[in-house]
Structures are given as C-alpha cells and as structure tokens.
C-alpha cells in the first residue's frame, strides 16, 4: 500500500479549486517565481487553470490536496504566493529573476 502524499492528503478530501479559462486581463503571472515551479509545472499549472498568484494563494487545505499537496506545501507556494500578489517579492523570486535561470535558453 502506497503512503499518503503528506498529512493534507490523509486527513482532507479533495476539492478542486476554482480555475479561469485563460488568464485574466494583463496577462498570467509568472508562476515560475514560486519555488519549486519551473517551465513545465508552471505550464501544467496554466492547463489545469492557474495563471495568477492569488488564485494560488487562497487554495485552502482541501484544494492544495486536489492539486497535490507535497510540492506545494514543502515548497510553501501558499505563503510565497500571498506575497507575490501583494506585490511583495520573496528570496527566491528576487534571485530567480537575477540568475535569469528560466531564460529562454534557445
């Protein structure tokens, strides 16, 4: 028998939260600032629905386990998401955009 993914898994039932069918007016955030999320996640996040940072950051514990609760709670995309859409800018999304490590490398 497989373990659970992490105690939001074992302990919440799944609940799919509220998705968009295309980015909001502007554009999608760039989900690559979340750490743990790099071109083909953040690709990924934008098919199931999730282009901005507060759509992320009001997941409650039963949507984090619809999505899949072990990335995004080790990584804390909730807390960095909550920042991020404030306007706000977190270690990681300070140093992602400097390094230039999701440059386009073609």
């Known amino acids: 028998k497989a373990e659970p993914k992490s105690k939001a898994t074992e302990l919440v039932e799944e609940k799919a939260p509220e ?7 502007g554009g999608a955030d760039d989900l690559k600032l979340l750490k743990g999320v790099g ?5 990924t996040l934008n098919e199931l629905g999730f282009f901005h940072f507060d759509q992320i950051a009001k997941w409650t514990e039963a949507e984090v386990a619809w999505v899949d609760a072990g990335r995004i709670e080790r990584d804390g995309w909730i807390d960095q998401a909550k920042q991020l859409a404030s306007g706000e800018e977190t270690e990681f ?8 490590r999701y440059k386009d490398k073609s």
């Open 93 to 100: 999304a300070k140093s992602a955009k400097t390094d230039g």
């Open 19 to 25: 998705t968009l069918t295309a980015a909001r007016e």
């Open 39 to 43: 071109p083909k996640l953040e690709q």
